[in-house]
């Protein structure tokens, strides 16, 4: 109980330190998406989906205990549960320092960048979020870029 005590405490004073983080992150996407209508960056300038594309979806899908529709939607959701376990463990358990986990993010990131590549090049487009959003900034500006992405990407489009 006294070690329960002890990890809480420790959440609450990160919260209390960090705090601010987070809720930029959360007034930044509200932002971003009121604007746009998406988050990413990649989607928002190009239409294209990112290598985190679907991460959210993933989660969701995990919460309802669908293992199989949160792999279709980003496998790497997998491998960064496994990441940010290893950085609870390792910053509230072992009360060490998460720098050394960096090699092993190196590692999420790298793994997550050559799922994304295997997937554009086997699945794309297949379904949300392997699909070209039409709503991209450079289609706006560029209708040439719009006319040539569609006539080389079959449907779907969103």
């Known amino acids: ?92 358990f072992r009360e060490q320092s998460v720098k050394k986990l960096t090699p092993l993010l190196f590692f999420v990131l790298l793994c997550t960048i050559g799922l994304h590549i295997y997937r554009m090049l086997y699945l794309f487009p297949s379904e949300a979020p392997l699909i070209y959003r039409e709503e991209n900034l450079l289609a706006r500006f560029h209708p040439a870029y719009d006319a040539w992405m569609k006539a080389h990407i079959p449907p779907p489009y969103r």
């Open 1 to 92: 109980m006294k070690k329960a005590k002890h990890i809480f405490s420790l959440i609450l004073q990160d919260l209390k330190t960090y705090w601010p983080v987070p809720v930029g992150v959360f007034v930044l996407w509200m932002l971003i998406r009121l604007i746009f209508h998406a988050f990413c960056p990649l989607v928002i300038f190009c239409g294209m989906p990112c290598p985190g594309c679907g991460i959210t979806r993933a989660f969701k899908a995990l919460l309802a205990l669908d293992p199989v529709t949160a792999a279709m939607r980003n496998p790497s959701i997998f491998l960064w549960l496994l990441y940010f376990a290893a950085v609870f463990i390792q910053r509230y």
